[in-house]
T-cell receptor
């Protein structure tokens, strides 16, 4: 089955710097790759996603890139702000029906001002 | 409250008790999920239901028993739990079970004493 590895587990940056979180997946048939943000004490919420027919997607300060050949995808946050501090989860969706998202173990991002 | 709701938000139970967690989605989705979130294994998928049928059971112990009476409601029945079952239990829903954005509920913080 699908396996998703996420790195780093913790990331500390200064306000205004960029942050990059990387994930690799094992199932070449996976076709949907979302990123979720979970603030302390709150539920995970989707921030951006990408499908396998697209190499890059951007939404204001966040972007996701996908390399299907290498089977890895990354989250890029530019001009980080303290409110970006949270746990970020990547996930992959295997193509076969009846299988839900497989999540990475999460990255705790801390943005200091 | 709209979206995905969960009750109770907090639950403390003894190892011999029987309790149930409830999830309700108001989004017209066809798939619902139970996740266990703990410090050691963040966002661990437990069960997947699609159109009220269980389509996935990720080797979850029988002391956890899910029930999906209709596409809007999902229950997790608990009995003879262990202290290591203490965690945040998150419910989620999506349009279908084969990929796509999942909407999470606020979770039930369970403590087994």
């Amino acid at each position: 089955g699908e396996n998703v590895e996420q790195h780093p587990s913790t990331l500390s940056v200064q306000e205004g710097d960029s942050a990059v979180i990387k994930c690799t997946y094992s199932d070449s048939a996976s076709n949907y790759f979302p990123w979720y943000k979970q603030e302390l004490g709150k539920r995970p919420q989707l921030i951006i996603d990408i499908r396998s027919n697209v190499g890059e997607k951007k939404d204001q300060r966040i972007a996701v890139t996908l390399n299907k050949t290498a089977k890895h995808f990354s989250l890029h946050i530019t001009e980080t702000q303290p409110e970006d501090s949270a746990v970020y989860f990547c996930a992959a969706s295997p193509q076969e029906a009846g299988t839900a998202l497989i999540f990475g173990k999460g990255t705790t991002l801390s943005v200091s001002s | 409250e709209t979206g995905v709701t969960q009750t109770p938000r907090h639950l403390v139970m003894g190892m011999t008790n029987k309790k149930s967690l409830k999830c309700e989605q108001h989004l017209g989705h066809n798939a619902m999920y139970w996740y266990k979130q703990s410090a050691k294994k963040p966002l661990e998928l437990m069960f997947v239901y699609s159109l009220e049928e269980r389509v996935e059971n990720n080797s979850v112990p029988s002391r956890f028993s899910p029930e999906c009476p209709n596409s809007s409601h999902l229950f997790l029945h608990l009995h003879t739990l262990q202290p290591e079952d203490s965690a945040l239990y998150l419910c989620a829903s999506s349009q279908s079970e084969s990929g796509g954005e999942q909407y999470f509920g606020p979770g039930t913080r369970l403590t087994v004493t």
